[in-house]
């Protein structure tokens, strides 16, 4: 900017000296300041558009970044299942939030912070069992039990 009111000084002394007319140097003096004062304006106009949309850019930025950073979380998760064999994981789902994640199986532990909420979360390994019994509710079997009494008839035959 001093670049600019330097210019504009000198051509205010530059007129001054080239023109005789009293009346038609105020008229230039007059013009001269209006289209100043109209571009320095307009270059006002310019750097506040131009700041909005650079803010608008780096909030929209952020919000990339936040869910790159949700995104990198899940593959993170999904490398471990694949590639980790130590122990066992637990997937859970937050009962408050319902955001699923992963533990690694720990039997001495009995609660776990959710990490969406941060809502504690109880533990309970034993699924409501004593002395491992099998109670029939996994996924994948009938039970225990059916599958001794099929032992014992295989053994019959």
Not at 110 to 137: A, F, M, R, Y
Request: proline share 2%.
């Amino acid at each position: 900017m001093s670049d600019l009111k330097r210019e504009y000084k000198s051509f205010m002394e530059d007129i001054e000296k080239n023109i005789e007319n009293p009346k038609d140097l105020e008229y230039i003096k007059d013009r001269a300041a209006d289209l100043f004062t109209n571009i320095l304006q307009q270059l006002d106009e310019i750097i506040n558009f131009k700041e909005e949309k650079v803010e608008s850019i780096v909030k929209r930025q952020d919000e990339l970044e936040e869910k790159f950073n949700k995104v990198q979380g899940i593959v993170n998760n999904i490398e471990n299942d694949i590639y980790v064999e130590d122990g066992f994981d637990f997937e859970i789902i937050c009962p408050y939030c319902e955001n699923e994640f992963v533990i690694d199986e720990d039997d001495n532990r009995t609660e776990v912070q959710c990490p969406e909420c941060k809502n504690i979360i109880e533990l309970d390994w034993s699924d409501g069992l004593e002395n491992d019994e099998c109670g029939g509710h996994c996924s994948h079997c009938h039970g225990c039990a059916d599958e001794d009494e099929e032992e014992e008839e295989d053994d019959d035959m």
